[in-house]
């Protein structure tokens, strides 16, 4: 199997970090001639995890995302939803036919609403079993400082699925398999807009008695979302309480590597969002995922009292104090 990465982010940089210790050679997407050219001579990324060291023998890096595409049986995406449509707009329709894609995307994709898989089968005409998904709890962070981690691989075909995740099993990370393909998905974006609310609380000086108890109602909230948007005719039980669900929401709204949680805690603590944007200087997913997920829970007919309050924080204005009062009455 020949991977690709496509992205150079702190969590495109984890994963080929995994994938060259496991001894895979990779194709490597990097917009950045500049960031190939450190690489080569200097063997770690300088914008992202630069604590993580690279055998360069394994890297094929390209600035030609055709090229890398062409290349590669599995690709992995791992750029932030919002840039999907302007990477992959310049190739052709037939550009991953016969390949695997592995979603390590963290979001919905703003404008068209939509999951990866849906975007993909809309404009190239993938199939739903030529795609996957790969989920935490996992910081890149801790990933690049090979603390034991947990990653979730998804996908309707099992048997591929654990094939894959086996190229990513190292002394650091351990590797579960499921089919629960939509709803892994949609746990790792509602995940972001909770922790975003759990940042919200720490910045209005609301205390951990508090958090627990938000934390374990946005837990029940999300499950009745992700029963409902399952894919047709998948009726097995699924187990709400395994890592790519809860043991990543709680990583997420905890974290002190969470930038989810962060750029919260900036806007609880009276940051405009476009402040806290440039604060933080990385993309919490969150923020977009908010607009989304209103919409897509109005499509659903599935009521998210608790993402609804962070999405009028975050797109209607509404003050984080008055909003957080609503919540705590939803609270039980």
């Known amino acids: 199997m020949k991977f690709g990465i496509i992205g150079s982010g702190s969590w495109a940089t984890a994963l080929a970090k995994i994938l060259t210790d496991n001894n895979n050679n990779i194709f490597w997407w990097i917009r950045n001639d500049e960031t190939i050219r450190h690489l080569t001579q200097r063997r770690h990324n300088p914008h992202y995890l630069p604590g993580a060291y690279f055998d360069n023998r394994l890297l094929t890096m390209s600035s030609s995302l055709e090229y890398v595409v062409e290349a590669c049986d599995i690709l992995v995406m791992a750029v932030p939803s919002a840039y999907v449509h302007s990477v992959l707009s310049g190739l052709n329709t037939d550009a991953f036919m016969g390949k695997k894609i592995v979603s390590a995307i963290k979001g919905i994709l703003p404008g068209s609403n939509q999951m990866l898989n849906e975007y993909l089968a809309e404009h190239f005409s993938l199939p739903i079993n030529d795609y996957f998904a790969v989920v935490g709890p996992c910081h890149a962070e801790e990933v690049a400082a090979e603390k034991l981690s947990y990653l979730t691989f998804s996908g309707v075909d099992e048997a591929t699925a654990g094939i894959i995740a086996s190229h990513f099993n190292t002394e650091y990370l351990n590797t579960v398999v499921n089919h629960d393909i939509m709803g892994v998905q949609y746990a790792a974006v509602l995940k972001n807009i909770y922790a975003l609310g759990a940042g919200i609380a720490h910045g209005l000086d609301y205390g951990d008695n508090f958090l627990s108890v938000y934390i374990a109602n946005s837990a029940a909230e999300m499950q009745c979302f992700l029963k409902k948007a399952r894919l047709d005719g998948n009726r097995e039980k699924i187990n709400y ?89 939803l609270l039980v």
Not at 289 to 303: D, F, R, W
Not at 305 to 328: C, D, H, R, S
């Open 241 to 329: 309480s395994a890592s790519a669900y809860l043991g990543d929401l709680l990583v997420t709204c905890y974290s002190l590597y969470s930038r989810n949680r962060t750029f919260g805690n900036m806007i609880g603590k009276g940051y405009s969002v476009k402040a806290a944007q440039l604060e933080l200087n990385m993309v919490a997913e969150g923020y977009n995922a908010s607009k989304c997920i209103h919409v897509k829970s109005l499509e659903l007919g599935t009521p998210l009292p608790i993402a609804e309050a962070i999405y009028t924080i975050l797109w209607q204005q509404i003050p984080a104090v008055e909003a957080f009062n609503k919540i705590e009455k």
